[in-house]
T-cell receptor, first 114, second 115 residues
């Protein structure tokens, strides 16, 4: 079954404690992306990757890091989480032509930073 | 700055009513446009997309959207909504100088359909 998986689905942590949210896709997609969803703001893109070892900043990259060492995986790293990073996070992947074709979204990770 | 706006924050309709959700984007270059739906407790799913060609695109579940370049708009329509269409709807634009990889979402429109 074609899917994007994220782990963990729920996470409560404390300010400053480094964490990683994993994302994996089994569709051999070149493109992967991370978003955060906040009420009234919709989804905002954090980082995206057009292929292995190629990443770029979205609209809200501050406080986040990513890496793309393998095509299927695109982890999101919060080196020193802060309460304003409490949010619902979605990973997505897409095939690419001149750009993304259609994004498939993961189930989301709800992060709370206290 | 690049942005996507959606006209309505919350829409309430009765079953069988017609639906139109407005979306406008702010970007001077070529864009690829999308509508996604998020049913309660679920992740986003693609309704339809526009890359080029016929500005009237048809998607799943009876939805369609019209791209009007002169108005920078990509409005979503459905002639007769059902209770099962209750969801959050997001318009999105993929932009970029050489490839369309940066994605900007609108804030979303929450649709409630009353039986």
């Amino acid at each position: 079954e074609a899917q994007v998986t994220q782990n963990p689905r729920y996470l409560i942590t404390v300010t400053g404690k480094k964490l990683t949210v994993t994302c994996s896709q089994n569709m051999n997609h070149e493109y992967m992306s991370w978003y955060r969803q906040d009420p009234g703001l919709g989804l905002r893109q954090i980082y995206y990757s057009m292929n292995v070892e190629v990443t770029d900043k979205g609209d809200v990259p501050e406080g986040y890091k990513v890496s793309r060492k393998e095509k299927r995986n695109f982890p999101l790293i919060l080196e020193s989480p802060s309460p304003n990073q409490t949010s619902l996070y979605f990973c997505a992947s897409s095939a690419r032509l001149a750009g993304i074709v259609e994004q498939y979204f993961g189930p989301g990770t709800r992060l709370t930073v206290t | 700055a690049q942005s996507v706006s959606q006209h309505n924050h919350h829409v309430i309709l009765s079953e069988a009513a017609s639906l139109e959700l407005g979306c406008n984007y702010s970007y001077g270059g070529t864009v690829n446009l999308f509508w996604y739906v998020q049913y309660p407790g679920q992740h986003l799913q693609l309704l339809l997309k526009y890359f080029s060609g016929d500005p009237l695109v048809k998607g799943i579940k009876g939805f369609e959207a019209e791209f009007i370049k002169s108005k920078f708009s990509f409005n979503l329509r459905k002639p007769s909504v059902q209770w099962s269409d209750t969801a959050e709807y997001f318009c999105a634009a993929a932009v970029g100088r050489t490839s369309y990889d940066k994605v900007i979402f609108g804030p979303g429109t929450s649709l409630s359909v009353i039986p």
